[in-house]
């Protein structure tokens, strides 16, 4: 059977072009050394080396396929062992294996790789990819930085389980998502330390992250036994952390059983970005975060990690959950009831930012991270749940994650499950109704009562 090139794009309806066809990935494994006073020693140097090993299985006979890289230098790839032609177009690296893949076949590449990466500026003018603050440097990937670090299938279909080790000058640390080897590693001669980080669930990669600096480490378990791993940047106020356990337990109760082996945090010095992220398993904080923010990037650990938005487009499935979680929270401890928060939001006039673009549909890159995918999102949420009651509702923060554990799902799988879930066609056409005027409607809604 002739093979043909895998897409250079997984069709993603705000960012074409990243991620890529042909192919599902496996495993990463990934062993990068970290050395910045090598820096401008030698052309193909530069202060990381990495050597990714990305074990696949074709989806359809290929005769070549891309991979998703921003800058570094590329010196050798090779496919199941035979050195591969390869070429560079943008951020598209093209791999011609010598033997063409049969779809089904599992094989594996190894990219050789060196170079300064960097920050990439996003299209709302904030920084994601390779950032650097005082304390060391951290990557982010949401929703496209992960290419500035590894070559991968950069799309949040395409999940996979990573391998990480990292070789790091002496005194520093590296730190990442998943659980550890150990965390106390032998330096070698020249004090140099390599850390291993295993990510035995799948993960989308975006949620993969490497934090390498003079990070404080402590490791400790939850009263249920769940290993915590904490990485503070020197001088940050970490006692928020001691909450992490309380949080779970909440969460837990609200969303399922936590679905991964570890937790913790990554709290950066402030300065390095201006946002947190819910990298699995570990989140990263621009800073010593408040408790509410902590709920957030937890509740993500069910709504964005364990079942991830199949597109950027449907990302308010992360964000309207993650922010609801602070809404149930807050009413869980003594602050204003979703409700009331509800309907200070429904008060904002209707020419405010919030209303702007339905969550369901944000109209380009630029919107990702706006009010209509957080606040109206959440407040969607809260009309489903009016319409469902409270023990629906309670069903549906545990069946929805749980229906598509480490997978994806994009929002007509969310309206076909809520709708699932009524107890009668009158609040099926509720829903429906609910649909068009908060998921899908530009505009403020002209009703605050659900189904209205
Ligand atoms: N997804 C992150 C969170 O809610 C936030 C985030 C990621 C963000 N990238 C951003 C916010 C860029 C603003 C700008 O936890
Ligand atoms: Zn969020």
Redesign the pocket.
């Known amino acids: 059977m002739q093979g043909t090139p895998g897409a250079a794009g997984a069709l993603d309806p705000l960012f074409p072009r990243l991620g890529n066809g042909g192919y599902d990935v496996r495993h990463y494994d990934l062993a990068l050394d970290w050395a910045p006073a090598r820096s401008g020693e030698r052309a193909e140097g530069g202060p990381l080396r990495g050597t990714a090993r990305i074990t696949a299985r074709a989806t359809q006979n290929l005769s070549a396929f891309n991979l998703d890289l921003k800058g570094l230098e590329v010196t050798s790839v090779t496919v199941d062992g035979r050195p591969a032609r390869h070429g560079r177009a943008g951020t598209e690296l093209t791999v011609r294996p010598e033997r063409e893949l049969d779809k089904g076949t599992a094989f594996r590449t190894t990219v050789e790789y060196a170079g300064r990466p960097g920050p990439l500026a996003d299209a709302d003018g904030s920084e994601e990819g390779w950032l650097t603050g005082d304390a060391g440097t951290v990557a982010l990937g949401e929703p496209s930085g992960s290419m500035t670090w590894f070559p991968g299938n950069h799309h949040p279909l395409d999940k996979a389980t990573y391998t990480l080790r990292v070789t790091v000058p002496k005194g520093q640390r590296a730190v990442s998502g998943g659980e550890p080897e150990t965390l106390e590693p032998e330096p070698d001669g020249d004090g140099r330390t390599t850390w291993t980080w295993r990510s035995r669930r799948p993960m989308a990669s975006f949620l993969a992250t490497l934090a390498i600096g003079r990070y404080e480490l402590s490791r400790s378990r939850t009263p249920s036994g769940l290993p915590v791993v904490n990485a503070v940047a020197p001088g940050q106020d970490a006692e928020v952390l001691d909450r992490l356990p309380d949080v779970l337990d909440w969460s837990a109760e609200r969303f399922g059983a936590y679905p991964f082996d570890s937790f913790g945090a990554i709290v950066l010095d402030p300065g390095t970005v201006g946002y947190a992220l ?1 990298t699995q398993t570990r989140p990263v904080y621009p800073g010593s975060p408040s408790v509410g923010l902590v709920v ?1 990037e937890t509740a ?1 650990q069910w709504f964005g990690d364990f079942v991830t938005p199949r597109t950027w487009q449907d990302i308010w499935l ?2 309207g959950f ?1 922010t609801y979680a602070e809404w149930l929270w807050e009413e869980d401890h003594d602050g204003p009831t979703a409700q009331e928060t509800f309907d200070r939001l429904y008060a904002t006039p209707g020419d405010a930012g919030l209303w702007t673009f339905p969550p369901a549909d944000p109209p380009d890159q630029n919107s990702l991270f706006a009010a209509p995918v957080y606040q109206r999102g959440a407040m969607t949420l809260h009309q489903v749940r009016r319409l469902l009651g409270e023990d629906r509702f309670a069903r549906l923060l545990t069946g929805w994650p749980k229906k598509h554990a480490y997978g994806n799902a994009r929002t007509a799988d969310f309206t076909a499950y809520a709708e699932s879930l009524a107890p009668d066609a009158g609040t099926r056409a509720a829903l429906t109704r609910t649909w068009a005027g908060w998921l899908r409607a530009a505009g403020k809604p002209d009703s605050a009562k659900p189904g209205g």
Do not use: I
């Open positions: 819910e957030h993500h992360s964000e993650a």
